[in-house]
């Protein structure tokens, strides 16, 4: 099982920055795909960004390209999410997850296995 600690949120202004870091347990960290998540108050979970086990393969849902990047250090079992023109529709918890699953990174919350507690993003206008 894998173990994932999220950190990095906090309340930033329309148009600030922030990078979100998700630490991850378990020796085959190397082995998982990597997403980000974010679920808003009433409302579901939505898919953010994925990153493939190698790094070398990423993906963004529509609403963050341009904006976020996805990355990760393997040496570290860490991935990263940089959040750069925030807006204040991004404000929600922000969840990582592995997969074995979804090696097309489709997104699909499903195909994820193991969550975190989230990290709280507030964007204020």
């Known amino acids: 099982q894998v173990q994932l600690v999220e950190s990095g949120g906090g309340l930033v202004q329309a148009g600030d920055s922030l990078r979100l870091s998700c630490a991850a347990s378990?020796?085959?960290?190397?082995?998982?795909?990597m997403a980000w998540f974010r679920q808003a108050p009433g409302k579901e979970r939505e898919f953010v960004a994925a990153i493939s086990w190698s790094g070398a393969n990423t993906k963004y849902a529509d609403s963050v390209k341009g904006r976020f990047t996805i990355s990760r250090d393997n040496t570290k079992n860490t991935v990263y999410l940089q959040m750069n023109s925030l807006k204040p529709e991004d404000t929600a918890v922000y969840y990582c997850?592995?997969?074995?699953?979804?090696?097309?990174?489709?997104?699909?919350?499903?195909?994820?296995?193991?969550w975190g507690q989230g990290t709280q993003v507030t964007v204020s206008s």
């Open positions: 378990g020796r085959t960290f190397s082995s998982y795909g």
């Open positions: 997850a592995p997969t074995t699953r979804d090696p097309n990174l489709s997104g699909s919350p499903r195909l994820y296995d193991y």
